[in-house]
Every structure is written in C-alpha cells, then in structure tokens.
C-alpha cells in the first residue's frame, strides 16, 4: 500500500509540488543556502557514503565482528532489523534464518522496502504513530538528492526517524556554525521509485568452475561474508 502511494504521487509532478503539504499541513521544506552550508557532499561522494553505511549494516547481521571499530546502531533499528531475519535458541547466538538468507540476495532496493516495511510495522511499539512516520517517509523521498534540509525543521518523531535512517545510509547528517542539516541519498529518493529500479551497488564478478571452485571478484567486505555463508575461503587476495 506505502509503495502503491509512493508511486502514485511519483506519477504526478503536480502532486509531488505539493507532497508535503498533503501529508503534514505544512509546505515543504526548502533547502538550506549555499551561504549557510558551504560546500556539500558531490552525489558521487554521497552515493559512496550511503552505500558503505548500508553495507556496514548488513555486516551487523552476518558478522558483527567485520563491522567497523566505533560503529554503533540504535536498539531500535537493530530490533527492526532482525525481526524475521534471526532465529535462535536458548542459550545460543542468533544465526540467520532462512527468510534472513534470501534477504540477502535480494536486490537493495528490496532490502530497503523490506526494512521499512518492518520499521514502520514496529513503529506503535516504540510510541511512534505509523501514520506520521509514513507522512514523513513518503515527504522524505521527494526532497532533492544532495540537498540540504535544516534539522531545526524537523518534529521530535522525525528527528528520531531521521537518526536511524542516517545508520541505513538513507541520509548524511552535517553540522555548521548555527545550524544542522540532513543530507539525502540516492536510497532515500529511491524509497519513491519501484522495486524493479535496483539502487546502485558495488560490481563483482563469480565464477564457479564444473569442480565447484569458485574466484569471487570484489572489494566488498560485504559480499565476502555472504560468500563465507555458503562456501569456505581458501584464499582471500585483493579484490580476489
């Protein structure tokens, strides 16, 4: 139903002008000055960082261990995100279920979908209305990538929203002289597109010979903790 409305609003330019007000009762928001900001993130630069902060996240289901030292999500967004994709048993570590397997062979876009499915279906239990946070998603998808949006702007609930969608990659917080601002990602306007326009990822090559050999090339810790899954690591190379 949420990407059904998304993609209806998505249709229409006229609509999308107007987004915000339909949702919040406000007009939307405008993005900060160049004279308050300074210089931005380029797109390719944030595309990096959004990419690195959702890969860093999956780590956190697979490995933990690989995660960056310092790196550290909200209970909140970590509930969200097991929740389907862990089983476990007294006494013993979580391991990844089978619902949590093929999560990771999707495409990111439909990893994106599924955790905001799962974020917004948990939204009553953290005392958030579902309806506010899906206002807010859906006003959040039509701000201009790389665009800067003043923090001040934002309600107590967006504000919490807006931290753990900064851990998904979804958007880059900056902080000037006197002001905050949020910047969004390619992941957060991608929230208003279809599942079938798969968000930007880093290539690799796999090639598996007749014997089941197999040469994985990429520079993604991400995918080689996938790999280790469902194969053993003889020898790990650069980007081999």
């Not at 993005?31 to 308050?36: D, I």
């Not at 999560?103 to 009553?124: K, P």
Request: hydrophobic fraction near 40%.
């Amino acid at each position: 139903l949420l990407w059904l409305l998304f993609r209806k609003f998505h249709e229409s330019t006229s609509w999308s002008n107007s987004i915000s007000f339909c949702c919040s009762g406000c007009l939307p928001r405008e993005p900060l000055p160049f004279s308050v900001t300074g210089r931005l993130p380029t797109l390719v630069e944030l595309e990096n960082y959004a990419l690195d902060q959702w890969e860093c996240f999956l780590l956190q289901l697979i490995n933990s261990s690989q995660v960056e030292k310092g790196t550290t999500f909200s209970s909140s967004m970590m509930k969200t995100f097991q929740r389907g994709l862990l089983s476990s048993r007294d006494g013993e570590a979580a391991k990844l279920s089978e619902n949590g397997f093929q999560f990771l062979l999707m495409e990111t876009n439909a990893q994106l979908w599924y955790i905001m499915r799962e974020y917004i279906s948990s939204a009553e239990e953290r005392g958030v209305d579902p309806t506010d946070l899906i206002s807010f998603l859906l006003e959040l998808s039509f701000h201009t990538q790389g665009a800067a949006y003043s923090l001040s702007t934002l309600t107590e609930v967006q504000r919490v929203a807006i931290m753990d969608l900064m851990e998904l990659g979804l958007v880059k917080l900056q902080q000037g002289r006197k002001d905050s601002w949020f910047i969004p990602t390619k992941l957060a306007t991608n929230l208003s597109s279809s599942l079938s326009d798969s968000a930007a990822s880093k290539e690799g090559i796999v090639v598996v010979e007749t014997n089941f050999r197999l040469y994985a090339y990429s520079a993604s810790k991400l995918h080689c903790e996938i790999l280790r899954l469902f194969s053993r690591v003889e020898y790990q190379l650069p980007n081999l």
